[in-house]
């Protein structure tokens, strides 16, 4: 059964970042091209200087700049985002490159409406510098994970994933470079998934409807057998 975007209304999205702000450019960009039906309410850095900031401008969309070293706690900090995104009427947050863990202040506001994306395959290699810990260790792929936000670093409920692998002469910029273009196709799709209605937890497990997945869409191996 194919499902038809448009019998859902556009998702009312809050994007939270800290800096270059590439995966929020992919957002906007897919709702241009007609990819994802979403009404992208709010912008909220936590760093003046975010280049994200700046992008969103250009898309002539609202932006708040809130700098978490006014606010005494963690949870002082997430009650003025949570008053930020409830006056735009957000729906679903979307960290990207948003650097700052989120308290239950803001998790129990947004039950399983949080959503993030991480630069290697979670459970690995979680926390700043994946790609770099993903070189040092030796493995064959890596990837991008996109998750709903729970208390713990990047290791909620996994939603999509996409693996690329990692070359003998990779650095770390030319894996960050691989897997980011991973990060700009699977995260407005994760969106698009909420929008349509298909994604169900349970537990910390993701179901998605009509995932129509298939066995030989799902082998990869690293280096060829050849
Ligand atoms: C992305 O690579 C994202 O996966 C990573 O920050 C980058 C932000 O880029 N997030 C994490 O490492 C979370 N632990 P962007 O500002 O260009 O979207």
């Known amino acids: 059964m194919s499902i038809d975007p448009q019998s859902h209304p556009p998702v009312k999205l809050g994007v939270l970042i800290s800096g270059e702000g590439s995966n929020l450019q992919a957002i906007i960009d897919a709702t241009g091209r007609g990819e994802l039906r ?27 700049f809130l700098d978490h070293r006014r606010f005494k706690s963690r949870e002082e900090f997430d009650r003025n985002l949570l008053i930020a995104l409830t006056a735009h009427e957000v729906e679903l947050i979307a960290c990207a490159g948003f650097m700052r863990l989120l308290s239950p202040v803001m998790l129990r506001a947004f039950p399983n ?20 810990a993903a070189i040092d ?12 936000v729970t208390e713990g670093v ?8 996409a693996v690329v692998p990692v070359l003998q002469d990779d650095d770390e910029q030319s894996l960050a470079a691989r897997i980011r273009i991973a990060e700009h196709r699977i995260y407005p799709y994760a969106i698009r998934l909420f929008q349509e209605g298909r994604l169900h937890v349970r537990g910390r497990k993701v179901f998605v409807d009509n995932a129509g997945s298939t066995d030989d869409e799902m082998m990869l191996i690293h280096p060829p057998l050849r």
């Open 137 to 148: 260790y030796g493995v064959r792929f890596s990837g991008c994970t996109v998750f709903f």
């Open 113 to 132: 409406r949080i959503m993030n994306i991480h630069p290697a395959l979670c459970p690995a290699f979680p926390g700043v510098d994946a790609q770099r």
């Open 154 to 161: 990047d290791d909620g409920p996994v939603i999509l994933q």
């Open 38 to 64: 979403a009404d992208i309410r709010l912008v909220i850095s936590n760093r003046a200087d975010a280049r994200g900031l700046e992008r969103a401008r250009r898309a002539g969309i609202a932006t708040r």
